[in-house]
């Protein structure tokens, strides 16, 4: 399995990035897909998941201001990032597992793409 992340960059606070996860090697139309971020001297934390029939879940700190999708067609997950605050600086990563459930316990990584946010 195989993920890969682009659409980072820099961006002013109240900005717009949309990051990409494209898979390779397998479908991810039967998986649970999530992004997931990690600021420097922080733990890593989930953003958004998606799974394999739509449904999704957000962290509190997204409130209203990232949709994740998923374009199983493309083979693609995405996340919409609006309203970027500096305190969304972080690496950001996309992972797949069997469903929303098992996404802490194991999975697929991808790479990272780094999200920095100016004031």
């Known amino acids: 399995v195989q993920l890969q992340a682009s659409g980072g960059g820099l961006v002013q606070a109240g900005g717009s990035l949309r990051l990409s996860c494209a898979a390779s090697?397998?479908?991810?139309?039967?998986?649970?897909m999530a992004w997931y971020r990690q600021a420097p001297g922080k733990q890593r934390e989930l953003v958004a998941a998606?799974?394999?029939?739509?449904?999704?879940n957000y962290a509190d700190f997204v409130a209203g201001r990232f949709t994740i999708s998923r374009d199983n067609a493309k083979n693609t997950v995405y996340l919409q990032m609006n309203n970027l605050k500096p305190e969304d600086t972080a690496v950001y990563y996309c992972?797949?597992?069997?469903?929303?459930?098992?996404?802490?316990?194991?999975?697929?990584w991808g790479q990272g793409t780094q999200v920095t946010v100016s004031s």
């Open positions: 090697t397998y479908t991810i139309r039967d998986y649970a």
């Open positions: 998606i799974a394999s029939g739509g449904t999704t």
């Open positions: 992972k797949a597992s069997l469903t929303i459930a098992t996404m802490s316990t194991f999975g697929s």
